[in-house]
């Protein structure tokens, strides 16, 4: 894939994605990264997984389309037997987890191959209950994502409370 072509796509490194929660941090387009060599096309129907150092959980789930270092696999889902959503849950298990770390090959930066990756067996509901599973996943992020604006609130009331302490603002003489 000829990278001048997508200069104004973002580009997601396994650096740009965030251990264990998966969140997409520090994204720059191609043109700004100068990259060199391959890389791979994704977009909102692919799970980004990172091959190397499984042991950090590297898996993203993109809402939009860009390319992908070749340290990561595109993992494109087939909408007629899965969703997005579980196959998420599923690569970010313990279980899952576990196992790409025992079949990683390589010493100083193990990496799990595509095969081994795509051999793992799970379990596989019909798709109406995966939908379920999804709406209750999207139900308990929403609750964490308002608690964490509370709590980002609640620090800057905090640190506003303590300037005016310190600055003797709080009782009246």
Do not use: W
């Not at 973002?10 to 264990?20: A, F, M, S």
């Not at 890389?39 to 898996?59: G, Q, W």
């Not at 090959?105 to 191959?113: E, H, S, V």
């Amino acid at each position: 894939m000829k990278s001048q072509n997508y200069a104004d796509y973002p580009l997601i490194g396994i650096d740009n994605i965030e251990k264990n929660t998966g969140n997409i941090i520090n994204i720059k387009t191609v043109r700004e990264c100068d990259i060199k060599g391959s890389k791979y096309y994704f977009n909102s129907d692919h799970i980004i997984y990172s091959k190397i150092r499984p042991y950090l959980n590297k898996v993203a789930s993109p809402s939009f389309e860009g390319l992908c270092s070749t340290d990561a696999y595109p993992l494109k889902i087939n909408k007629e037997k899965t969703n997005k959503q579980f196959i998420l849950s599923i690569l970010r298990s313990k279980y899952f987890v576990n196992y790409a770390i025992r079949q990683s090959k390589g010493a100083n930066i193990p990496r799990i191959d595509q095969k081994q990756l795509l051999d793992y067996k799970t379990i596989l509901p019909d798709l109406k209950l995966q939908d379920e599973f999804e709406y209750i996943v999207e139900q308990i992020d929403a609750q964490k994502e308002i608690m964490r604006n509370s709590l980002k609130e609640l620090e800057h009331n905090f640190h506003s409370l303590m300037q005016r302490a310190f600055m003797g603002e709080l009782f009246n003489d």
